[in-house]
């Protein structure tokens, strides 16, 4: 499977580039990052928004699910028969963490944080950052 890197605006020149290059490698450079992982359609709806929409029923409850590593294990993307796991989710949305994010980690599914916005949207801004 192909990984698509879908760069918002956070992301630009150089360190644009680096930045990619790490994703690339498995690489979450100070675990400032968290991946969000999602079809062709759904990264252009996010792009085109600018948000990240929770779901209202979750494995570990409703939010934004993420991944702490910018590649999935085999696992995630090999869906069981019991259904849960990343699927056909080709697009990675990198999203900068900062401390005013009502971010959680849990330890199952593993690596995951999940983004607790209530009923509210992701909102991504420049830089990256949650409003």
Request: glycine share 12%; charged share 15%.
């Amino acid at each position: 499977m192909v990984i698509i890197t879908i760069v918002l605006v956070f992301c630009v020149g150089q360190h644009g580039c680096n930045l990619i290059k790490q994703f690339r490698q498995g690489v979450n450079p100070g675990d400032e990052f968290a991946f969000h992982f999602t079809s062709l359609e759904g990264g252009k709806g996010i792009t085109s928004s600018g948000a990240l929409n929770p779901t209202k029923y979750g494995l570990r409850g409703p939010g934004v699910y993420s991944g702490t590593t910018p590649t999935p294990s085999w696992a995630l993307k090999h869906v069981p028969y019991s259904g849960w796991g990343l699927g056909n989710a080709p697009v990675r949305i990198p999203i900068k963490i900062n401390p005013n994010m009502p971010v959680e980690y849990v330890n199952w599914p593993f690596k995951t944080a999940i983004f607790r916005t209530g009923s509210e949207p992701l909102k991504l801004y420049s830089l990256g950052l949650y409003r």
